[in-house]
């Protein structure tokens, strides 16, 4: 992708981002390519990261043509489930913008008030101030078509309607209303009867360049050596009779070099290239969406969420032996047109994202409206049984035939 910076950036204006939400003649995406580092390297020298491993092929590694190596270091849906929880009630200021849902997965009986103490065995359903297990739906992995959701009696129908409404008429303003995110980064109603996919608004994913595997080896070390003759000779014939290993239980020492079918035991990999994160906004598919009577308000209401959420900074620790940070203080974003080169454009500034912040809000009003119409806000309960059902459906079910 060519760019070209510009001296200055060009502001966002309402007229402007209007125009990126309903000018069928208007920009294709607005692209970020973020810079990042191990928390222990240097800019400029190799970094060293632990990729995600997969069954069966261990790290996803590419080898180009010219013979670079290519690190898949976060995909496009792992990025996606880690954007999405910034809308969620206490992790900031987009919150206020979103309905927030709450799925009751389970309850534990407190076993002190009135409730517990009359009955032998406390019932979390009927004790007065149970522990509850929830899951917001930003953390749910298929957010408005996940299986919890099918689970959810109060919340399904709800749900269903907006899937069917989107399938039959091409309506997404009940969806956007219920679950706006579910349309920011996309969904597949694959376990519901609608079978509706609607395509990502923000794609990120995460890169390393030119790269090699490493490998690690472990030793543990366990106290057999430090017991009586008496007390291994009691261990070895109790782990004898179970027939189980000494070492799984802790006591011979056990190392780790090769996995069972001979393969080095992976060490994370080399980079000498970037680590890189690559952001972009998908405009047309923003366009593509139709919203009845609200759709240009829909369009903009959901381009000031998804430039919000693709400029959030997320928490970059993304798993043991893979803690990155941002490699500068300014990310440069690029307005991308239907032909000619990119544009620079002022994202991530505090002024544009207060600018964003009140689009937002200006546009949300009624979608703010009807999501407490709905009441959204109750919890919602996970139902077993419903999710029972959901197991006994035919794959022609699941996938909406």
Not at 44 to 71: F, H, K, M, S
Not at 203 to 225: C, G, M, P, Y
Not at 276 to 300: F, S, W, Y
Request: hydrophobic share 35%; glycine share 8%.
């Amino acid at each position: 992708m060519s760019q070209q910076a510009t001296a200055q950036p060009d502001k966002l204006t309402t007229e402007l981002l209007d125009s990126w939400a309903n000018d069928p003649n208007g920009p294709v995406a607005l692209h970020l390519k973020q810079r990042l580092l191990a928390v222990e390297g240097v800019d400029g020298e190799e970094q060293i990261l632990y990729p995600p491993t997969y069954a069966n092929i261990g790290y996803n590694i590419d080898r180009l043509a010219d013979g670079t190596r290519v690190a898949l270091i976060d995909s496009v849906g792992s990025q996606a489930n880690r954007i999405e929880p910034l809308f969620k009630s206490g992790s900031g200021d987009l919150a206020e913008l979103v309905p927030q849902i709450e799925i009751v997965l389970r309850k534990e009986a407190c076993g002190t008030c009135d409730a517990c103490k009359r009955t032998k065995k406390p019932n979390g359903d009927k004790c007065e101030k149970p522990w509850k297990e929830k899951r917001s739906l930003f953390e749910l992995a298929h957010r408005a078509a996940d299986a919890v959701v099918q689970s959810c009696p109060t919340l399904l129908p709800k749900v269903e309607e907006a899937f069917s409404t989107l399938r039959k008429t091409g309506d997404a303003s009940l969806l956007c209303t219920i679950a706006p995110t579910s349309l920011v980064f996309g969904c597949w109603d694959s376990r519901g009867g609608s079978g509706e996919k609607r395509p990502r608004l923000v794609r990120a994913i995460i890169r390393a360049w030119d790269v090699d595997e490493l490998h690690t080896a472990a030793q543990f070390n366990s106290v057999w050596k430090a017991l009586s003759e008496e007390q291994q000779s009691v261990l070895a014939r109790e782990a004898n009779a179970k027939k189980k290993k000494l070492s799984v239980t802790g006591f011979a020492d056990a190392p780790a070099v090769t996995y069972k079918d001979g393969r080095r035991v992976l060490g994370g990999i080399v980079a000498r290239g970037p680590i890189q994160r690559d952001v972009t906004i998908n405009l047309v598919a923003l366009r593509g969406l139709n919203g009845g009577e609200k759709t240009e308000a829909m369009r903009k209401y959901l381009l000031a969420l998804s430039i919000l959420s693709g400029t959030g900074d997320i928490d970059l620790f993304l798993r043991e032996g893979c803690n990155l940070k941002y490699a500068h203080d300014a990310d440069e974003w690029y307005l991308v047109p239907r032909r000619g080169e990119d544009v620079q454009v002022d994202l991530a500034s505090d002024e544009a994202h207060t600018f964003l912040r009140e689009y937002a809000h200006e546009h949300y009003k009624p979608f703010k409206e009807a999501w407490d119409a709905l009441k959204l806000g109750v919890e919602h309960e996970f139902d077993l049984k419903a999710a029972t059902q959901l197991l006994g459906k035919t794959p022609d079910e699941e996938e909406g035939a």
